[in-house]
Nanobody, 125 residues
Framework: QVQLVESGGRPVQAGDSLSISCAVSGGTFKNTDISWFRQAPGLERTFVAAVTRDNSESRYADFAKGRFTISRDNSKNTVYLQLNNLKFEDTAVYYC??????????????????WGQGTQVTVSS
């Protein structure tokens, strides 16, 4: 059973930076592309960023381009999301995601097989 545990979310001010992490166990991490999604209150869970298994390619939602950076350390079974120049509208629960078999980088929630419990990022203006 794959388990994903996010950490690092906290209240911050607009313009601040924050790094959140996702520790993965129970699966072949080094052979799996990993994604980050987020969900704000009353809204659907949406794609943020994804990284390939070898860290060679990444993909971002338009709102994340230029501000967020996804990376991974396969020696630690951990994926990171660096959040820079945070805005009030970035307030959400951020989730780490393991894709369904054969999907690759999951950019749709329907293509996710396993979710973490989420970590709350709150940005005050």
């Amino acid at each position: 059973q794959v388990q994903l545990v996010e950490s690092g979310g906290r209240p911050v001010q607009a313009g601040d930076s924050l790094s959140i992490s996702c520790a993965v166990s129970g699966g072949t991490f080094k052979n799996t592309d990993i994604s980050w999604f987020r969900q704000a209150p009353g809204l659907e869970r949406t794609f943020v960023a994804a990284v390939t298994r070898d860290n060679s390619e990444s993909r971002y939602a338009d709102f994340a381009k230029g501000r967020f950076t996804i990376s991974r350390d396969n020696s630690k079974n951990t994926v990171y999301l660096q959040l820079n120049n945070l805005k009030f509208e970035d307030t959400a629960v951020y989730y780490c995601a393991w894709p369904r078999l054969g999907v690759g980088m999951a950019t749709l929630a329907a293509n996710v097989a396993y979710w973490g419990q989420g970590t709350q990022v709150t940005v005050s203006s």
